[in-house]
């Protein structure tokens, strides 16, 4: 009677195993076109803290109405006000969610100097990122598209 029970008691070990492994979301890597078009960001893993950070890394309009590049003017970090928007890092933190997608996260407002939460789900071929003040039902989502390859320069 056991020798046939223990087959069957891990045959159930595994089965139950697996929704586990099934939960390891890799970060969406790669070239994203953002909202609008304005911007392409690049998201990396941050393997240190399993979690992904996105950079921006090619703007429509890189420099302002004077000719002067971008510059992160309304960060409320004086010492940042300076820094080019262009290679700013605008979303990190975000790691895989129980039920899917990422969480954890903390998404920069450059048009507006704010850091929300964050968290981000895949849907079709884009990435819907939430950014949000105290609950997700407070926020507002952008949807970012994936890309091959960065615009050629003009």
Not at 29 to 37: A, D, P, R, Y
Not at 110 to 124: F, S, T, W
Not at 128 to 142: C, N, V, W
């Amino acid at each position: 009677m056991y020798k046939r029970s223990i087959p069957l008691l891990l045959f159930f070990i595994v089965l139950l195993s697996i929704p586990a492994f099934s939960q390891t979301l890799e970060p969406p890597t790669g070239l994203w076109k953002t909202e609008g078009g304005k911007s392409i960001v690049e998201i990396i893993p941050l393997p240190e803290n399993k979690s992904w950070a996105a950079q921006i890394v090619w703007l429509k309009e890189p420099m302002d109405d004077e000719g002067e590049e971008l510059l992160d003017a309304l960060n409320p970090n004086p010492k940042k006000r300076n820094n080019p928007i262009l290679g700013l890092t605008i979303a990190w933190g975000f790691r895989t969610a129980e039920k899917g997608g990422w969480k954890d996260g903390q998404v920069y407002d450059p048009e507006n100097g704010k850091i929300y939460k964050g968290q981000a789900r895949m849907k079709g071929d884009q990435l819907e990122l939430r950014g949000y003040i105290g609950i997700p039902a407070f926020g507002r989502s952008t949807h970012w598209k994936r890309i091959s390859h960065l615009p050629e320069a003009s």
